[in-house]
């Protein structure tokens, strides 16, 4: 006992056993007030106050455990499967679907939650998840393709859901605060089902650990052994996917608590796959357990009701972010970006770019519904209102998808995007903060100072945490994550608190361009361009760091300083485009890829053309966006979702 108490993950995994026994002691305390050994006695002979305990507090406990436990066990098999430490268990698109699938049934046939949400919720996870499988099919679910799947057929559900929110929110309110993860019981029949479907995986998992185990290296090698590569990994999804299903649809999204678990247990250096797994079981089990009883307490003490799904990230965060400053990197895992899908020769449509977004600035400048239909129009009124609508858009797109290949060449990482780096998060928290406790009105110059404020507080959390790591990627992305979790469960706090300006926000909060100035978004182009043309002379630095930093300090670059420079024009670019248009991103993870696989493999070339698909989806995006619904309009960030997310699978599918 003595000797396994000296290794970090026994000590951490006690520290949170005796927080979640005194947290959970103290919650059966103030509600238990019969003999112990009655815990358990039989119904009918308990009280009314008794049962409410043992079919209500008990069960819900005891789903905590399973579901936390369910979502880090399978955000770490897909660690293992993806070779990627940002994968999590929504990388297969699984909570999005679940979530869309109850949005739609709810508005459009709600005879099908009749039996509930649970079979609506797993039949939208199974889809999305056949959805991911069937893209990447063709590449042999190679990591890289089940990854760029996974995430763009979640980010294309999430603008799905969000824009059916939109114009059915009263419809969608019930579903939505069911998405926001609650653990309330009413039997042990859920948690029970719950725990002899996880029996069930692990009893899969177990003849497939060793063989995922010799494939954590490479391919090549495992098939050379004469392991089934493809079926393994295949059979290793479904396991991930059928635990986060199951999850998902019976107590709804769980948010950060799975990668939170899984991270925590690569930076305390456990090593086999065997133990890794189990860990992250304990660790996801207790933490969540952790967080539903501080807010049971919360709610006891404060009267405030508070999902535990929507703030996770306040017991994750933290833990995650501590551990990252105390301990060494220990990667076991390698990005999945080792597997180019670019072309070997440009495609023609990159040399179309240019036209293309010239088609796309004519559309919104010229061409729009009105009172008597399309017309194509030089009036000079309606074009004072949509020029600066369109150089907003093309700003922000060019920043987002300027960020994005700055990240994912930085950090060899094909999941990083500009939100993953936590600025974005942190910007969002800023203005909210400044809304809903200074009441400064949205869009003031007090509305973009506090932005501006919060984003580089949020870049010092980044450089504080990592500045004896040498800013190693890997960990920039992680702490980037936590703090954007950690801010992510402050906004959804305020948002669950039913604040009337909250409705302040909720046009920026989407992505809209309708409130966009002449002059702030003229000056804002401006210096998108200019950061742009700033980035092209650290394409050599982008190039080298993207082999590896030993490559790159051999060749004369100084990794430290080209690291900071980076991330520093990462979080400015990033910090610009959420205060433009709020903090969606989707476009700094498209661009570079949709540039890469066009066929602009050197750095100066992605960079370039990944800026002009960013202006171009964003330009079209936005027109779209106010003619699709006229006169209603579909905010421009969702819209760029649907737009280059629809076209990104497409191409996928014909790789």
């Given amino acids: 006992m003595v000797n396994l108490l000296k290794r970090p993950v026994s000590r951490w995994a006690l520290l949170l056993l005796l927080a979640a026994f005194a947290c959970s002691a103290w919650v059966l305390k103030l509600q238990w007030h019969w003999p112990w050994a009655t815990l358990f006695a039989a119904p009918d002979t308990l009280p009314l106050d008794a049962l409410m305990v043992q079919n209500n507090t008990l069960p819900r406990m005891a789903m905590a455990l399973l579901a936390g436990g369910s979502l880090a066990l399978a955000t770490m098999l897909l660690q293992q499967i993806m070779r990627n430490p940002l994968a999590s268990d929504s990388t297969l698109a699984v909570s999005s679907g679940a979530q869309t699938a109850l949005v739609a049934a709810t508005v459009f046939a ?13 039949g939208g996870s199974a889809a999305a998840l056949a959805m991911v499988l069937w893209l990447s099919a063709r590449r042999e679910l190679v990591p890289l393709m089940v990854v760029l799947a996974g995430l763009v057929t979640s980010l294309y559900l999430g603008a799905v859901t969000g824009i059916v929110t939109l114009f059915y929110s009263e419809e969608t309110r019930g579903i939505m605060l069911w998405g926001s993860g609650s653990l309330l019981q009413d039997s042990w029949h859920d948690s029970t089902a719950l725990l002899w479907r996880i ?29 089934p ?6 059979a290793a999804l479904a396991v991930a996917a059928f635990l986060s299903a199951n999850v998902v649809g019976m107590v709804g999204m769980m948010g950060f608590i799975g990668l939170a678990a899984a991270t925590a247990v690569r930076q305390l250096g456990v090593r086999t796959l065997w133990a890794r797994l ?71 449509l990159l040399r179309m770019l240019p036209l293309l977004l010239l088609l796309a600035v004519a559309l919104a400048l010229f061409c729009g519904q009105g009172a008597d239909g399309w017309q194509f129009a030089f009036h000079a009124d309606l074009l004072a209102l949509r020029y600066p ?10 920043m987002l998808a300027v960020t994005g290949v700055l990240l994912q060449r930085l950090t060899q990482n094909p999941m990083a995007s500009p939100e993953l780096l936590g600025i974005s998060s942190g910007t969002a928290f800023g203005v909210m903060t400044a809304v809903l406790v200074f009441d400064i009105p949205a869009g003031s110059s007090g509305f973009w100072l506090a932005g501006i404020a919060s984003a580089l507080a949020a870049l010092w959390l980044i450089m504080l945490f990592n500045r004896k790591s040498g800013l190693q990627p890997e960990k920039v992305l992680l702490t980037g994550i936590a703090v954007a979790a950690l801010a992510d469960a402050f906004i959804r706090v305020w948002s669950a608190g039913g604040d009337l300006r909250i409705q302040q926000l909720l046009v920026w909060l989407s992505g809209s361009t309708y409130q966009a100035a002449p002059l702030l978004s ?18 050599r630095w982008l190039g080298l760091l993207s082999l590896n930093a030993t490559v790159a300090q051999s060749a004369g670059v100084h990794v430290a300083a080209a690291r900071i420079t980076l991330i520093m024009f990462s979080a400015l670019l990033t910090a610009l485009a959420t205060l433009l248009i709020g903090p969606l991103s989707f476009v700094g993870l498209l661009a570079p890829h949709l540039a890469n696989m066009l066929g602009a493999r050197l750095p100066k070339q992605q960079l370039f053309y990944a800026a002009l698909i960013g202006a171009t989806v964003m330009t079209l995006a936005d027109w779209l966006g106010r003619q699709i619904g006229f006169p209603y309009e579909i905010p421009a960030g969702l819209m760029a979702t649907l737009l280059g997310g629809g076209y990104f699978l497409l191409m996928m599918r014909r790789m």
């Avoid at 995986?201 to 185990?213: G, I």
């Avoid at 590569?229 to 295949?234: E, Q, Y």
């Avoid at 003229?522 to 394409?539: F, H, K, R, V």
Wanted: glycine share 6%; proline share 5%.
């Fill in 199 to 227: 029996l069930a995986a692990v009893a899969v998992l177990a003849l497939l650990v060793k063989p995922l185990a010799m494939m954590s290296l490479s391919d090549d090698q495992a098939a050379a052994l004469g392991i």
């Fill in 110 to 122: 709600p005879a099908l939650t009749a039996y509930g949400n649970a079979p609506v919720a797993f």
């Fill in 389 to 398: 609508r369109l150089l907003t858009a093309a700003a922000c797109g060019i």
């Fill in 522 to 539: 003229g000056s804002m182009l401006a210096l998108a361009l200019i950061l742009l043309l700033a980035t092209l002379p650290l394409s």
């Fill in 278 to 348: 189990s860990a992250a079981f304990v660790f996801g089990a207790l933490m969540l357990l952790l967080t539903d009883n501080l807010l049971i307490l919360l709610n006891h003490y404060r009267q405030i009701d508070l999902p535990a799904g929507a703030v996770t990230g306040l017991i994750g965060a933290p833990l995650l972010l501590w551990l990252m400053m105390r301990t060494p990197a220990r990667s076991a895992i390698q990005t999945a970006s080792a597997q180019t899908v670019a072309r070997l020769q440009a495609s023609p």
């Fill in 229 to 234: 590569v493809k079926t393994i990994r295949l």
